[in-house]
């Protein structure tokens, strides 16, 4: 049962959704989040709006972790400010909305774009079939690494505090693959691409993708290497 219940928290917090941190204004931020994908963007089914979209939705995102995680980054100057619990809260609470308006907007891309992509011709039972199977995969690796890691490895809180929180990891889809978050945990976005006939689907995933590798290999990598594989080495 236990276990159960940790993979609950698990899906809810890794959709932006944690429970034992809930506020009022975390929960309206997060519904409106909600009401705004099921009620807006449909009204707007335009590559342009998804584009926009993504790219405001990247940079809020990807700029917020580029600011605030480096080594002397923004995280620093909040954690004198509000104290360390206080600061990695409000942080967590943002981060959490940044990582949900990333993930709608690249569902949003494939949508909005559908049948742009040169493979409508094949047929659909096969689309079909091979979207699933990569949408469970990715979906499946995303939740089993968050879920070996931990929720608060899931939202850098190591990183956040600048020191080292759990052990370094290597059980779980960690045994198999060197960086399952980031690699087979996002073929779902792919999935979605195919599944829409989108092209610009696909080519917004390996965009996004990238550029969450490039911030592993240029903050985070760095990160691991000075607080999780010297000190271990010691």
């Known amino acids: 049962m236990d276990s159960v219940k940790k993979l609950i928290h ?46 405001v939705s990247a940079c809020i995102y990807l700029g917020f972790i580029y600011i605030v995680l480096p080594k002397n980054g923004l995280r620093l100057g909040l954690m004198e400010r509000y104290g360390e619990d206080r600061a990695y809260l409000y942080y ?8 949900f308006h990333n993930g709608a907007s690249l569902s949003f891309i494939s949508t909005s774009s559908a049948g742009s992509g040169i493979w409508g ?8 079939i091979v979207s699933a199977l990569l949408f469970v ?3 499946v690796v995303k939740i089993w690494a968050a879920y070996v890691v931990g929720v608060p490895i899931y939202y850098w809180k190591d990183m956040f505090v600048g020191r080292k929180i759990s052990d370094f990891v290597a059980t779980g ?25 989108s092209f610009y689907g696909l080519i917004f995933g390996v965009i996004n993708q990238m550029l969450v590798f490039l911030f592993y290999f240029s903050v985070e990598k ?13």
């Open 121 to 128: 011709q094949i047929n659909p039972s096969i689309i079909i």
């Open 92 to 99: 967590e609470g943002f981060l959490a909305f940044a990582f």
């Open 137 to 139: 995969t990715g979906l």
């Open 173 to 197: 889809p960690y045994k198999y693959l060197n960086n399952p978050m980031y690699g087979i945990g996002q073929v779902q976005v792919y999935a979605m691409a195919i599944y829409y006939n």
């Open 10 to 55: 698990t899906i809810l917090s890794i959709s932006g959704f944690i429970p034992e941190h809930m506020t009022w204004a975390r929960g309206l931020a997060m519904l409106a989040s909600v009401l705004f994908t099921m009620l807006v963007l449909p009204s707007h089914p335009h590559l342009y709006y998804a584009v926009s979209y993504f790219a």
């Open 222 to 234: 760095p990160f691991i290497q000075r607080t999780y594989m010297t000190r271990s080495s010691n």
